[in-house]
């Protein structure tokens, strides 16, 4: 399945986290959004948590500002930057960096963007350590579902490197496929 699609589930869920948001203007017929409101209309400043892609779309047409995740924030940035290896990113969200892209486009977006892509990167570089080297399954609890899946395809190729390299693979069978058309096809 290709990432970002419309069949992604990864990424419906990404969109299903939820965000802070403050009304910039006055929605008229919004009022059901605010969940502790009793009118029709929802009135300006409000401040109420909704769906990550119903924040994007008000805050593109201008209807309301996204806050900052904590996630996101100055603070958990400057812990991410010291030491991004050793922070559980699974504790805050599963989704840590699919929301962030998700979100740069509304906040300050080349900054998160280059933080995404350093945390990213260390922590793919840990991944692969831990793959290659020694395993500790404690990692998993650490993991987001993208770096999860990662864990997954990288030990299932180093299963298979292994096999490989044991010769497991070196005896050629018929394919089911292939053994299914030749026994219509016998001669009598």
Do not use: C
Request: aromatic residues 12%; without cysteine.
């Amino acid at each position: 399945m290709i990432k970002g699609s419309y069949w992604d589930i990864d990424d419906i869920l990404a969109e299903e986290e939820p965000v802070m948001i403050e009304t910039t203007k006055e929605i008229k017929g919004a009022g059901f959004l605010y969940p502790q409101g009793t009118d029709l209309d929802l009135k300006k400043s409000s401040r109420f948590s909704i769906p990550l892609w119903l924040g994007i779309s008000m805050a593109r047409r201008d209807l309301a500002k996204i806050e900052v995740p904590k996630f996101f924030s100055d603070s958990y940035r400057n812990t991410l930057k010291a030491d991004p290896k050793i922070i559980s990113l699974k504790e805050r969200t599963n989704y840590f960096f699919e929301v962030g892209i998700k979100l740069s486009d509304s906040l300050d977006g080349a900054e998160l963007v280059k933080l995404l892509y350093k945390v990213f990167l260390a922590r793919f570089i840990h991944l692969f350590n831990e793959i290659t080297h020694n395993s500790d399954p404690k990692i998993i609890k650490k993991l987001t579902e993208l770096e999860l899946e990662l864990y997954e395809k990288g030990m299932r190729a180093v299963r298979e490197l292994y096999d490989w390299k044991e010769r497991k693979f070196d005896i050629i069978r018929t394919g089911q496929s292939v053994a299914k058309n030749t026994k219509r096809f016998k001669l009598k």
